[in-house]
């Protein structure tokens, strides 16, 4: 049976997920009540706008085509769970690791899984955190 307000969400998760791929920042931003990151594999938090488009701006400098396709959504009380591949080409310098990695041209592609959490009867992110390892990225690109 469906439930309106866990459709609406599962909507907005899907969205903000395709509108970071085509770099729409203010529409990703809007998805938001209050926009938050919290990165579980590295334990980065990018608390407010301005962290949070720094955040944009720092992991599309290394990899300008990432994106990410939905593998499986589900809706659980106040929280979305979202299991996709994230990819993209290393083209820029990227910070990991307590290194600089200089552009490889190589292509990575790994799964990942998230979850959307939501301020109750919302359907605006208050969070999002990602999960993977601290060094998949690396891994999947020949760098470690």
């Given at each position: ?15 903000h ?7 729409d ?22 608390d407010?706008e ?15 085509d ?44 790994v ?28 891994r999947?690109?020949g760098?470690l």
């Amino acid at each position: 049976m469906s439930n309106p307000l866990n459709d609406a969400r599962l909507q907005t998760v899907r969205d903000h997920m395709a509108l970071e791929c085509v770099h729409d920042w203010d529409a990703v931003i809007g998805t938001f009540a209050h926009p938050r990151y919290e990165m579980h594999g590295s334990g980065l938090v990018y608390d407010g706008e301005e962290a949070v488009r720094g955040y944009f701006a720092a992991s599309r400098a290394a990899f300008p085509d990432l994106s990410n396709e939905i593998i499986a959504i589900a809706a659980a009380g106040d929280t979305v769970l979202v299991e996709f591949w994230l990819q993209g080409t290393h083209l820029g310098p990227l910070q990991a690791a307590g290194r600089t990695f200089a552009p490889t041209g190589r292509t990575f592609r790994v799964r990942m899984a998230a979850t959307f959490e939501f301020a109750p009867g919302s359907d605006k992110i208050v969070c999002e955190r990602p999960y993977t390892s601290a060094d998949a990225k690396l891994r999947a690109l020949g760098l470690l």
